[in-house]
């Protein structure tokens, strides 16, 4: 059981307030997502954060507090099932999330843990991605609408000159068969608690993952922060790729060249740096307690 503790108090117009300045900062990056969808039109980067990730934008545009806070005024039906109401209004009923969802909780918030625990590796240079279309041709690429920088050829010599240093399973299952053994490591689900690293592009986009799959007890505006960070470590993800998106505003970050892996190096520690404070905060948000429901089933 958690531990009562007095909730957080907001009155009706701040956690309105709260919740209009959320809609309008998530409305920057979906509305423009939304008016692509009707048009059946696809982008390389913008698009990953809503396909790749199962959040819908209904769900990431919708505001909650996050546990131990109180809404005066709120109505628990306006804030769904994991809402009790209490005498000025509800609040999150934390028991309940963590009874249902109780092996989830646990297992995301081993992985934060442990990987905080470790120091940042940046040695990389963003291969993974070039590992993703080692050996294929234009037909074969995911991105198959946009050319690559390089010539398939001097693309595969890269990989095969630079090696491949990828930690993340995430990003290693969508390797190109013959790309795989040219990896230092063999990533699995099974060893993500043993290798996920603080330094990794991929392990600092899927803290937003994270985020919303603690939510409710994680509150939107940190929902929010996780997924800025992942739009812009999804950016570089692309522009360090082999793929030429310049004419989509996208320079690129040329890790084939000491400069641009110098770059790409910079770019990474910074994002290692915010996703740090990040991990922190959702490890703060979801205190580890003993749980005696088996709850849901361990996240992908």
């Known amino acids: 059981m958690t531990v009562a503790l007095a909730p957080a108090v907001l009155d009706a117009a701040e956690w309105q307030a709260r919740r209009r300045t959320h809609e309008e900062r998530m409305d920057v990056w979906l509305t423009p997502h939304l008016a692509r969808r009707r048009r059946g039109e696809r982008h390389p980067v913008a698009d990953f954060l809503f396909t790749y990730y199962s959040h819908r934008p209904a769900q990431l545009r919708r505001w909650h507090p996050g546990a131990g806070v109180e809404l005066h005024g709120a109505d628990p039906a306006e804030f769904g099932r994991d809402y009790r109401a209490t005498a000025a ?5 934390t028991d309940a999330v963590r009874a249902r969802r109780g092996e989830s ?11 905080s625990g470790r120091a940042p590796h940046l040695g990389c240079f963003g291969m993974h991605e070039w590992a993703m279309v080692y050996r294929q ?23 095969e000159e630079r090696g491949v240093r990828c930690s993340h399973f995430d990003a290693f299952r969508f390797f190109t068969p ?17 290798l996920e690293q603080p330094g990794c592009l991929h392990a600092n986009m899927d803290l937003y993952k994270w985020a919303y799959k603690l939510s409710p007890l994680v509150g939107s505006e ?3 922060d996780a997924f800025e960070l992942a739009t812009e470590i999804r950016t570089l993800d692309m522009r360090a790729s082999p793929y ?24 990474q520690r910074a994002f290692a ?15 580890a307690e003993p749980v005696d429901s088996p709850g849901e089933e361990r996240p992908s």
């Open 89 to 93: 209004g509800v609040t999150l009923d």
């Open 273 to 287: 740096d915010r996703g740090a404070v990040l991990r922190a905060r959702l490890l703060a948000a979801v205190p």
């Open 178 to 194: 013959p790309a795989r053994p040219l990896n230092l490591l063999t990533p699995t689900r099974e060893t993500q608690h043993a």
């Open 222 to 224: 940190l929902v929010a």
């Open 137 to 159: 041709t234009q037909a074969e690429l995911r991105h198959n609408a946009w050319p690559l920088r390089l010539s398939p050829e001097r693309t595969a010599a890269v990989v």
């Open 105 to 115: 909780i646990t297992w995301i918030r081993s992985l934060l843990a442990a990987t």
């Open 244 to 267: 030429d998106l310049a004419a989509l505003g996208y320079p690129p970050v040329r890790v084939e060249t000491p400069e641009g892996r110098a770059e790409y190096a910079a770019t």
